[in-house]
């Protein structure tokens, strides 16, 4: 079994800046693609950034240049720094972890974390 465990989700002004982070845990062989997705009230989930586990990045259009995904792959860690933060960026933000574990591969999901940005 995987748990991926979010947290830095909150309220910010526009502008200001926030940082999530997801912490993978359980009988992980191997970790491979990590990212962050989101979902704004009434819209669908979209995705926001991925990173390999060899560091190779993917962002949305909206969200370059503001946001930075990284990873610390002995922690199983991925972040997300969040600067210049807009309201359009209000939503529900969730982890994703794909990899190996004792079970096999696994595909997973974090809880979510709400991120609020005030204009």
């Known amino acids: 079994q995987v748990q991926l465990v979010e947290s830095g989700g909150g309220l910010v002004q526009a502008g200001g800046s926030l940082r999530l982070s997801c912490a993978a845990s359980g009988s992980i062989f191997s970790m491979n693609a990590m990212g962050w997705y989101r979902r704004a009230p009434g819209k669908q989930r979209e995705l926001v950034a991925t990173?390999?586990?060899?560091?190779?990045?993917n962002y949305a259009d909206s969200v370059k240049g503001r946001f930075t995904i990284s990873r610390d792959n002995a922690k199983n860690t991925v972040y997300l720094e969040m600067n210049s933060l807009k309201p359009e960026d209000t939503a529900v933000y969730y982890c994703n972890a794909v990899g190996y574990y004792s079970g096999g591969r696994f595909n997973y999901w974090g809880q979510g974390t709400q991120v609020t940005v005030s204009s």
């Open positions: 990173i390999t586990s060899g560091g190779s990045t």
